[in-house]
């Protein structure tokens, strides 16, 4: 019983400090945006370019339109808005939803979903 204890409270402390914060979800943002620019604009030296100033121009204004709630050992981050209290003029089912675990980010809700 001790040694369960023991190893949920390394887990506990090892989710704590791994919780992703807005710097990271920007670089997975700016990262996903050039796969899914270059998916969509080919790999031509064109299409890179554009990719490439499309990420960047993403990751921007990627802490402007998105709310992090931080819940300790994870963090969910919403980009647009939900029904009439959004501020960012998206319509409903128009936001993306992301949970933020042990470094990681994983897409829960969204227009491609």
Do not use: C, H
């Not at 319509?91 to 675990?101: E, H, K, N, P, Q």
Request: aromatic letters at 10%; hydrophobic letters at 40%; zero cysteines.
């Amino acid at each position: 019983m001790r040694t369960f204890i023991i190893l949920l409270a390394l887990v506990l402390v090892g989710l704590l400090l791994t919780n992703p914060g807005m710097d990271d979800f920007k670089v997975y943002a700016e990262s996903r945006s050039e796969e899914l620019l270059s998916d969509k604009l080919g790999d031509s030296a064109l299409g890179r370019a554009a990719s490439r100033f499309g990420s960047s121009l993403a990751g921007d204004l990627v802490p402007q339109i998105t709310e992090r709630k931080n819940y300790g050992l994870f963090s969910m981050y919403e980009i647009g808005g939900r029904g009439e209290s959004d501020t960012n003029g998206a319509a409903d089912g128009d936001s993306w939803r992301f949970v933020g675990i042990a470094g990681s980010f994983f897409q829960i809700e969204g227009p491609d979903k």
